[in-house]
């Protein structure tokens, strides 16, 4: 069906929001005609669709809970004790055991290491399987392989969070993939087997970013179980695989990730900050009072000591700039 396009609905159809994914594509007019009109929601592909529309069918989870932070009951397919990893980074555990874990990162062995920064790299243990790993200075490294990375993360936080693992994952995306057979997430699927990505493409029709972005995943992840990542990490590297920047650069370019932020990425930043929040900040001097305070975190650069003192300048700074432009207004003649 024609339709009369005019300048508005050019705009909205350069800049539609999937109803799943939330990443911003060009659409077709009719779905630009959808939004404006009929106020109607639309999905960047189809496998957002199937997943939206599963997310509004899909069968109820059983309720757990209270959590152990906010009381609150929350839905799980497994029994956990938080509703979610914000609740488990304020909780009492979590202090506890970042203060083992300090203890453990202070030992008179760690300091010495500290010490001897005057080196190229130097050889460390993984936290994860207590492998010796080479870290260089630019580029420092904690884990000996990406499995144990996730293996880390998820007996750190996931052991205690809620899962639900439906199509679209909201959280415990290390301890998904941490193990050693993955089930498919697609409703009414009761696949189980190593390398998901590759299942959903041949046995749903599903593209493999499609996939990732209605899961929730970054595009760069392997959607594989522990063992096979293992595997593949292990292998020689042949071919293109010794020289991936030669590949790169003569690879197409990806528009399909442009303002997609992941579920995944999300998750990742939240534990990462709530592991370098145990850590106190350098010594500060507040902007408006003069006084000396230690920021709360590494993280930054704080200027003022309270919300109150920053309050505070912004209304003498603005009140200031109102009069100097009152004075210099001339008055009638």
Partial sequence: MAMFMNDELRRIRDSLKCAHCGCTFVGSDSQAWKVK?????????????????????????????????????FKSKTSKLYCSIDCYINSEQFKEVSKK??????????RRKQAEKNRTGEWVECLNCGQNVYSKPSKRKKYCSQA??????ARRFDRWVANPEEIALPQCYDEFLDKEELSCIVEGCDWHGRHLSLHVNLCHGAPCSDFKRAAGFNLGTGVISRGLRESYSNRSLEGVAKDPAAFLADAPECTSAQDYKSLEGKEHRKKARAILNQELGPLRWCRFCNAQFRQSTPFGKAIYCSVECRNKYYYQNNHNKQSIQLNSFPGPK
């Fill in 101 to 110: 874990a300090r203890k453990k990162s202070l030992s008179a062995e760690a």
């Fill in 37 to 73: 009109y009929e106020g109607k929601r639309v999905c960047c592909s189809p496998i957002c669709r199937k997943a939206h529309i599963a997310n509004q069918l899909k069968k109820p989870i059983p309720m757990r809970g209270p959590c152990k932070h906010c009381g609150e009951m």
């Fill in 148 to 153: 144990c990375y996730r293996a880390y993360l």
